[in-house]
């Protein structure tokens, strides 16, 4: 089925519109009308070849909500007409040990995500939610409540999803002073989601004028970074801090802040590798650790979870010819905060 999208076809190229082929619903698909896509900081990395793994042409977009439209024969949990969301992974090997536990992000085989992966079907590359339609097997397809609004929701199934996972695995809660890194798109889920775990949350962030949004979205401290002594009165008071910086800056700045076994988790991914100084983990039995994503089934208990709490996105949205200027404005990290696409603006 030609479907039409957006493609960046170099590094260099705004994205543009592109007609992509969408194959037929097998027995366990679900064909999908896609409504809403987030714009992830990984879409712009990954348009820009930032982490040198892109092939062009590519169709970013890994944050969807849609209506589903078809059906194969087989699939049991969606029909017609169903509100559903679909992130960063579309299958994976479903049966290695990382599968078997419901960490599909973390498959040891094939991983296949949702764009800019061999597509095992069509022989391409998979090709993301910049578009109008996408057909996904059902066991990568999430359900979405009728009662939240849908373009909140969007961003949940990459930038909630990547910070409730480790929030959830370093069990973040009351009696805890948590710190967050960064206040864009999954900064600022990490934000609400520490927050609502009950923990006393620190945001660290460069833009000042940012300071009474992070209050207000569930910060009980806010940290102006480039301001030395807010950043020293904060050294070894930290339990945890989740870092979601996009681009390159001093992880050693934030590993002293953290407590005796303290653990700083990096979610962020720059396009340069960051020093870690020995002595800034050693000296207080420190743990610098990563996450990626989250499993389909982790993923499915954090939208219930929002759906249920009433938390969303806090969103801008924007029409699919205005994501080159978004992107130019997530460089400078000028989004509150996380751009939505209206796929009603992309013409069938
Ligand atoms: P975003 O909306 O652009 O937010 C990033 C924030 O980082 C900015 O708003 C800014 O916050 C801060 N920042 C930017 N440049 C900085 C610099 N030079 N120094 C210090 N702080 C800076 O991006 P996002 O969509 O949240 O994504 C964040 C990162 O996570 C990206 O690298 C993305 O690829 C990655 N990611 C990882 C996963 C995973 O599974 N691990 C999943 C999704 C995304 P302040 O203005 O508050 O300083
Ligand atoms: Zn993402
Ligand atoms: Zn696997």
Redesign the pocket.
Known sequence: MTTPAYAAQSATTPLAPFDIERRAPLPTDVAIDILFCG????D??QAHNDWKGTTYPIVPGHEIVGRVSAVGDAVKKFKAGDLVAVG?MVDSCRTCASCVRGLE?YCEKVNTQTYNSPDPHSGKMTYGGYSKRVVVDEAFTLKLSEDVDMASAAPLV??GI?TYSPLRHWKVGPGMKVGV????????MAVKFAHAFGAHVV?????AG?TAD?KRLGADEVVV?KDPAAMAAQAGKLDFILD??????DLNAYLALLKLDGTLV?????DKPLPVSPFSVIMARRSFA????GGVAETQEMLDFCAEKGIACDIEMIRMDQVNEAYER??K???K??FVIDMASLKS
């Open positions: 714009v992830c900081h990984s712009l990395h960063c992000q990459c930038a990547t890194v960064g206040l864009g798109g999954l900064g600022h945001l660290f962030t460069t833009s940012k992070g970074s979601t910086v996009s681009a390159e800056h990096l979610v962020g991914v720059p990563g996450s990626g994503i997530l460089l990290g000028d989004v905060y996380r």
